[in-house]
């Protein structure tokens, strides 16, 4: 690639290297111009506001030759592009991110931007981000309910590191709890008005096609058995439990709708609205909950509860693209 001189001139040639290396993209941008102005925003410190304005500004020597290296490993090694800068967003928060967790991205943010609205109907003064990994959730809920208290689990001590690092990035190591606990294995005891989960769903037939980007994440971060159910079933046993009254279950299992439907036929689940559609998320109240959870003995192999029922209920959309971060927060 001849050395570019501005800053359109990086977008341009990058984007062109990268579909000819045919990368696969996901992890905070969804195509070969997004990955390159996240870079380019990454080593320029910029923000995506301000890109516009900066496209026709020369690059210094240095600044090339970092955009340069930094195009090189995204495409020499495959890592998604978090992994290299270490750094990934959600909405205006930032985290920092390594290969002991998965990237994140979750439709849940989305959603906790609009603090649950409106099937959240009492103060949330207790919370869990279950299958915490880098703790984003956990910090989105803290900031999102400043009364409330949110342990963050996760079976991964390597995970719970990077969670506590971010954390501590938005000083919030009085109001979060990490715990090292196999889903609610540690947590007896404990009741939570709003517990969270974005848990492994992938199904085994997935987990064989990866592209080699999502390989480098860590495997049980990402594998949810057979039909991507495996953890979720686990989840609904056990969930009702662990929620005080009148409190709400919300997780996601990216495209297993079907199958956890098939599974669980008489769970009224309630499907909230993402940018993605009714088909991601599902919300349930501790009543709805069973005592005891018989599932129906499916292996449907998808790739990855009071109000409308089986139905979709519709929340805010999403407003902003991943590659939007402004460089606001920590």
Known sequence: MAAPLTVGDFLRAAARRMRRAHLHFGHGTHDARGEAIFLALHVLKLSYESLQAAL?????????????SLLERRIGTRLPAPYLTHEAWLGEYRFYVDRRVIVP???????????????????????????????????????RFPEARVDASDLSADALAVARRNVARYRMGRRIRPVRSD????????RYD?????????????????????????????????DGLDI??????????????GGLLVCEI???????????????????????????????????????????????????????????ARAPRKSATPARHPRARA
């Open 56 to 68: 026709g500004r020369r690059l210094s020597a240095i600044e090339r030759a970092r955009l340069e």
């Open 105 to 143: 991205r979750s439709f849940i943010a989305e959603l906790l931007r609009a603090g649950l609205e409106p099937w959240l109907p009492r103060r949330v003064r207790s919370a869990l981000d279950l299958c915490t990994g880098s703790g984003c959730l956990a910090v989105l809920l803290a900031s």
């Open 183 to 190: 889903l609610f294995g540690a947590l007896r005891g404990r």
């Open 194 to 226: 709003l517990i969270v989960s974005n848990p492994p769903y992938v199904t085994a037939a997935s987990m064989r096609r990866l592209p080699p980007e999502y390989r480098h994440e860590p495997r049980a971060a990402l594998a949810g058995g057979a």
């Open 232 to 245: 979720v079933r686990r989840i609904l046993a056990e969930a009702r439990a662990r929620l005080a009254p």
């Open 254 to 312: 990216g495209h297993n709708r079907r199958a956890l439907e098939k599974a669980f036929p008489s769970l009224p689940f309630l499907w909230l609205e993402t940018s993605a559609g009714p088909e991601h998320v599902f919300l349930l109240e501790r009543a709805q909950l069973p005592l005891t959870t018989v599932t129906r003995n499916t292996s449907t192999r998808a790739r990855r509860p009071r109000g409308a029922r089986s139905g979709a």
